[in-house]
T-cell receptor, first 114, second 113 residues
Framework: SQTIHQWPATLVQPVGSPLSLECTVE??????LYWYRQAAGRGLQLLFY??????ISSEVPQNLSASRPQDRQFILSSKKLLLSDSGFYLC?????????????FGSGTRLTVV | QKEVEQNSGPLSVPEGAIASLNCTYS??????FFWYRQYSGKSPELIMF????GDKEDGRFTAQLNKASQYVSLLIRDSQPSDSATYLC?????????????FGRGTQLTVWP
């Protein structure tokens, strides 16, 4: 069966510090991978989307970046965090683009920038 | 991003009642729709998907889709306190945004005993 791992679960970082969040998927190959952010009181915002190694699409301009160095690994990074980067970061995967089975989410990382 | 609108609630119903959650979307050509449940502090989990007009039932849950009205809803029959959560509506993109899911802000549901 397929599983998605995301870490760390919680993170407190000072403003201006770098960020690296990692997500890995097991039990499938060539998944579509996604990073979402859920800020307090707001909905899920799609940040990045990847259909393959090295292929990254950005939905919203920001000081975050994403990389996919391996087929089942997706990394979210920032060189300098802002207070507004605080939120609940979720990684998700799906099979293909036309699947009607939606996404499966990881357990999330709660980031607080202080 | 695609617009997906939900009443933020909170929606409060007694145990055993029917909870009705509504969602509208802006892209008339959207084809696939999803309902997720998110418990406080947890990640969303998929409850149902629907892509044909009409009703789709799964246990106590019924999803309803009306593409002409650009409206999708979720009914929860015999609501239980364990159903208390935020319910997220999601629409799958098409064309240049094919494969991407766009979410509403969610409706917070409380089922009281």
């Amino acid at each position: 069966s397929q599983t998605i791992h995301q870490w760390p679960a919680t993170l407190v970082q000072p403003v201006g510090s770098p960020l690296s969040l990692e997500c890995t998927v097991e039990g499938t190959s060539n998944p579509n991978l996604y990073w979402y952010r859920q800020a307090a009181g707001r909905g899920l915002q799609l940040l990045f989307y990847s259909v393959g190694i090295g292929q990254i699409s950005s939905e919203v301009p920001q000081n975050l970046s994403a990389s996919r160095p391996q087929d089942r690994q997706f990394i979210l990074s920032s060189k300098k965090l802002l207070l507004s980067d605080s939120g609940f970061y979720l990684c998700a995967w799906s099979v293909g683009q036309v699947s009607n089975y939606g996404y499966t989410f990881g357990s999330g990382t709660r980031l607080t920038v202080v | 991003q695609k617009e997906v609108e939900q009443n933020s609630g909170p929606l409060s119903v007694p145990e055993g009642a029917i909870a009705s959650l509504n969602c509208t979307y802006s892209d008339r050509g959207s084809q696939s729709f999803f309902w997720y449940r998110q418990y406080s502090g947890k990640s969303p989990e998929l409850i149902m998907f629907i892509y044909s007009n009409g009703d789709k039932e799964d246990g106590r849950f019924t999803a309803q889709l009306n593409k002409a009205s650009q409206y999708v809803s979720l009914l929860i029959r015999d609501s239980q306190p364990s159903d208390s959560a935020t319910y997220l509506c999601a629409v799958k993109g098409r064309g240049s945004t094919l494969g991407r899911l766009y979410f509403g802000r969610g409706t917070q549901l409380t089922v009281w005993p």
